[in-house]
């Protein structure tokens, strides 16, 4: 097609396109010329400014390596992540709501039982005990669940960010046992802000933002003829929880963990007082389970 106008440019791409085989790719990218293009006419992108946004693509490819993945942390801070969450599992009064899975998910955490600790250090910060149900949407528990958990620690650092902790530190897998059930022991986890020393700081400081994330622990909850459920714990006390960078809160997620100040008659082994608790169940639709390719090996 010979362009004439630049309003012939959209027609165009969108005739390049006609012959994708698959049908829903084309539908993605008929949609993506769409939008993107009047995007550009909403806004009359400038020659510059276009040369900007190729230079910060181009960067969340630098910086993402082995252990960094720049660009899921682009799609976290945009709210991209969250809104495919939610439009894909709707928060409903029964299903516990999905969320991010973020950029530190790895495959292979260690197989626990119950009542293990994943602290895998001699820390002294204070334990958090985790406890509740797995079921389906129908109440029925579900026995041999697979809970996958990963967190920070309390100093806010994810294991393949610090040195100084064990490879797969606060990391773990657990089955529910026949009544669905399961507890865990961890570490109280810490907020901690996005890295800000490549593009996404950039982005951030452009847009006036801070870079926090609040207290959280994450969790990918599968069952057969479930889907598989990517969720967090958000624990009540940051003033985060009202404006985390990544836009991944929703009510249902934030947990009320209590201190006890001394060890109860049937608390794990090793829990050493004063401690934290939270009751967290987790709710599943039945399904097709499917899982996530992790971000980072
Ligand atoms: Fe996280």
Known sequence: ????????????????????????????????????????REVKLQEDELQTAIHFFAELGHYTTETRNEMVQASDVMGISSLVALL???????????TIMGPFYRANAPECDRDDSISRTDSHDP?????????????????????????????????????????KN?????????????RLVTLRPGGYPV?????????????????????????????PEHETLITQLYIDEERALIEDVV???TAPLVGQDKRRETAESDAPTGV????YGVTFDFQLRPGVPSFPKPPIP
């Open 1 to 40: 097609m010979i362009l004439e106008s630049e309003a012939m440019v959209t027609d165009a791409v969108l005739y390049a396109l006609r012959h994708t085989p698959d049908p829903r790719l084309k539908t993605i990218f008929e949609a993506f010329v769409r939008h993107s293009h009047a995007f550009i």
């Open 88 to 98: 894909n599992k709707p928060l409903t009064d029964v299903e516990s709501p999905s």
């Open 127 to 167: 334990q958090l005990v985790i406890e509740g149900q797995v079921s389906s949407s129908d109440g029925t528990p579900i026995a041999n669940s697979l809970i996958d958990v990963w967190q920070a620690d309390p100093q806010g650092l994810y294991e393949n960010q610090d040195e100084n902790q064990p490879d």
């Open 170 to 182: 606060l990391r773990g897998k657990f089955r529910t046992d026949s009544q669905g059930r399961y």
């Open 195 to 223: 890295p800000t020393d490549g593009p996404i700081g950039t982005l951030l400081a452009a847009q006036g933002r801070h870079a926090m994330r609040p207290a959280h622990i994450h969790f990918i909850v599968s069952a």
């Open 247 to 249: 836009l991944a809160v």
């Open 272 to 275: 050493v007082a004063p401690y």
